[in-house]
């Protein structure tokens, strides 16, 4: 499947997990497309990015949408 990151079209609070991997780093506007992710996690869900710059670790941030 080919789309857009930021505007997916996918139904709001429809996912327990929304996962970015290596995409943040690699786009001009990643504040929008975090906004996406936060738009898609059910109440209660989870937001995965993971980035490997370094050696940095895995960040898990538990969030409500639209709560920002």
Not at 25 to 36: F, K, Q, S
Request: charged share 20%.
């Amino acid at each position: 499947m080919q789309g857009d990151a930021h505007r997916t079209g996918f139904p709001s609070a429809s996912y327990d997990l929304v996962h970015a991997r290596t995409l943040l780093i690699n786009i001009p506007d990643p504040a929008t497309l975090v906004a996406e992710m936060v738009r898609l996690a059910r109440p209660g869900g989870r937001l995965r990015r993971w980035s490997r710059m370094a050696a940095g670790p895995c960040a898990i941030h538990r969030t409500r949408p639209g709560t920002g």
